[in-house]
């Protein structure tokens, strides 16, 4: 088991609703956020070409306050654009008859996320005898905006250039050849760690593929390639040209709008020609 991971952001934050009557009214306190590292089998960097994890996140969120009333909760987590624009929906909590708790869920990687909590107290009048039934409701403000990187799934040769070698099915390279290539395999959200496509050129820019090995070191954008189905250049997930010199482990990596994944490997064999 992997230990876990926590970044924790106190927060308090107070949304108060306008009072529906003179004697109700609602308070929500948003006290702390937390987002936390789960699961637990892998770290940063992993000495294989496909992780064995997905890169998601559990979210959890601590939220209290008052109402005077039966309580109905509503934690919602948002994605930002990069660059501005409409929050992207990701996911939502909802809890009945409590005025605190803690809430968690499991978020996709690659994505600035922050959450809102927000309170409806509802009043009934069971007997008539006032007042007459009604609601109020409570927001809070956005907590503080954490980061989940975004995760390197995968890293495999689309092409490899190999010399009285014959790799069968195993992912690797051999040293002193030319001529592989490397497929990135990256897990993210593009709209809010890019503000665009993957595979536009606005978001090509924003996006290096990486390699370091003995004696061997590259930082690319990616690779474009013409796809004869469109009749233009276009981006894959993520290709990188790569030309190992020496035997050994050769560590893979994207970064995403400046936010770096998790790390993966390739094996160099040793050159038989």
């Known amino acids: 088991m992997r230990k876990l991971v926590a970044l924790a952001l106190p927060l308090a934050f107070v949304a108060v609703a306008a009072p529906a009557s003179a004697h109700h009214q609602a308070t929500v306190s948003f006290t702390a956020s937390s987002l936390t590292l789960d699961p637990s089998k892998c770290g940063d960097y992993e000495r294989r070409p496909v992780s064995r994890c997905d890169g998601t996140r559990v979210a959890r969120v601590t939220w209290s306050g008052t109402c005077g009333a039966r309580p109905f909760v509503t934690v919602n987590y948002w994605a930002s654009r990069a660059g501005g624009g409409k929050p992207i929906a990701l996911a939502s909590e909802d809890v009945d008859d409590q005025t605190s708790g803690v809430t968690a869920t499991i978020l996709e990687p690659g994505a ?141 990596w994207e970064e995403v709008g400046g936010v770096r994944t998790n790390t993966l490997a390739i094996r160099a064999v040793p050159n038989r020609c």
């Open 112 to 252: 600035h996320v922050y959450a809102t909590v927000t309170m409806d107290c509802y009043w009934s009048d069971p007997d008539g005898t006032g007042p007459e039934a009604h609601s109020v409701r409570a927001t809070t403000p956005p907590t503080a905006e954490v980061t989940i990187p975004p995760w390197l799934a995968a890293v495999e040769t689309t092409k490899g250039n190999y010399c009285n070698f014959n790799p069968g099915g195993r992912t690797v390279l051999q040293a002193g050849q030319r001529g592989s290539i490397v497929n990135f395999g990256s897990d993210y959200l593009d709209k809010s760690l890019l503000g665009v496509g993957r595979r536009t050129r606005a978001g090509v820019r924003q996006r290096w593929v990486n390699m370091r090995g003995p004696g061997a070191r590259q930082r690319k954008h990616p690779a474009l390639f013409l796809l004869q189905e469109f009749g233009r250049k276009e981006p894959f997930s993520g290709l990188l040209r790569v030309a190992p010199r020496r035997p050994g482990w050769h560590r893979f």
